[in-house]
């Protein structure tokens, strides 16, 4: 299991109110990541980090964003949720340190957040 | 665009028989990554190819690299019941610090 974590696990709120999804790890890897994914569809990532004071908007458009004071943590927060924000949200991290026998930037997941908006 | 489009889509086998899966891609690569989700969980990192591998196995699991047509596949042999789940293949770009681009997934069923 990694060492990275999310909270909570399922939301369920009203449209137009504030909510921050929280992320964190414990590996001290730099790069870390949320994806959006709709039940039984592809990831798609919409923030990443490199570092702490970096954020990068991902591939899909998101009204959403995310903040990294702190190497472990990288929360993401909507302003106003909307029922378009319905969605699972996934967190993960890579360290760019190469595991033995292999190179390359492999992700580490959180167990995700379920959210819905009514 | 999509980089990563996984074929098929879902697949259901007796448990014992060997599963494969098909991944394809669209632009230069440095390594493909397969992946494991267990229903409403997060993903599992299986296995990583890089660019100048052809084959690489782990345990149960096999996978195959065709840079040429830009395509992997992976193979689960004797399957269980345990490999129910969804399997994404994921593409790092060949510049440097690239992110990850995961494909569409293929559902496993495993009948027991």
């Known amino acids: 299991e990694a060492d990275i974590y999310q909270t909570p696990r399922y939301l369920v709120i009203g449209t137009g109110k504030k909510i921050t999804l929280e992320c964190s790890q414990t590996?001290?890897?730099?790069?870390m990541y949320w994806y959006q994914q709709d039940p039984g569809m592809e990831l798609h990532l919409i923030h990443y980090?490199?570092?702490?004071?970096?954020?990068e908007k991902g591939d899909l458009s998101s009204e959403s964003t995310v903040s990294r004071i702190r190497t472990e943590h990288f929360p993401l927060t909507l302003e106003s949720a909307r029922p378009s924000h319905t969605s699972q949200y996934l967190c993960?991290?890579?360290?760019?340190?190469?595991?033995?026998?292999?190179?390359?930037?492999?992700?580490?997941f959180g167990p995700g957040t379920r959210l819905t908006v009514l | 665009s999509q980089q990563g489009e996984e074929d098929p889509q879902a697949l259901s086998i007796q448990e014992g028989e060997n599963a494969t899966m098909n991944c394809s891609y669209k632009t230069s690569i440095n390594n493909l990554q397969w992946y494991r989700q267990n229903s409403g969980r997060g993903l599992v990192h299986l296995i990583l190819?890089?660019?100048?591998?052809r084959e690489k196995h782990s345990g149960r699991l096999r996978v195959t690299l065709d840079t040429s047509k830009k395509s992997s596949s992976l193979l689960i042999t004797a399957s269980r019941a345990a490999d129910t789940a969804s399997y994404f293949c994921?593409?790092?770009?060949?510049?440097?610090?690239?992110?990850?681009?995961f494909g569409t997934g293929t559902r496993l069923t495993i009948i027991p």
């Open positions: 993960a991290s890579s360290d760019p340190v190469r595991l033995a026998g292999a190179e390359g930037d492999t992700q580490y």
């Open positions: 590996m001290g890897h730099d790069k």
């Open positions: 980090s490199y570092g702490v004071n970096s954020t």
């Open positions: 190819i890089r660019s100048n591998e």
């Open positions: 994921a593409t790092e770009g060949d510049f440097g610090n690239e992110k990850l681009t």
